[in-house]
């Protein structure tokens, strides 16, 4: 089956699996000087894909540890002393305002 056929069948039965196939497949094509010159074209294509999906998955996994840094997180600690001081707050304004009316 040609790389065409596999799209077509792919796109019958599930639109994103081979726009996802697609993308990957147009990436792989960059390197044609490499799999053009290799003994098996297919294996190589394939190690391709293989290497472009593994620093996909360590570029999200960059991503996500950066989001979870544990000193960017809020602590327990943190947010209940942040809730305090936003109590002692609304208490002081509520002083001023009971003042005020008086």
């Known amino acids: 089956m040609q790389k065409n056929e596999l799209l077509e069948e792919l796109e019958k039965s599930d639109r994103e699996f081979a726009r ?3 993308e990957i497949l147009s990436i792989i094509s ?3 000087a490499i799999y053009d010159k290799a003994k098996d074209p ?3 294509q ?3 894909a293989i290497v472009e999906i593994y620093s996909r998955q360590e570029k999200l996994q960059r ?3 950066q989001i979870t840094r544990p000193e960017l997180a809020i602590s327990s600690t943190a947010s ?5 001081l936003a109590k002692k707050k609304k208490e002081s304004a509520d ?3 009971t003042l005020e009316n008086y």
């Open 20 to 22: 996802k196939l697609n």
């Open 30 to 32: 960059r390197h044609k």
């Open 42 to 44: 297919a294996i190589t």
């Open 46 to 48: 394939i190690w391709l």
């Open 63 to 65: 991503q996500v540890s």
């Open 80 to 84: 209940s002393r942040i809730a305090a």
């Open 95 to 97: 002083i001023l305002d």
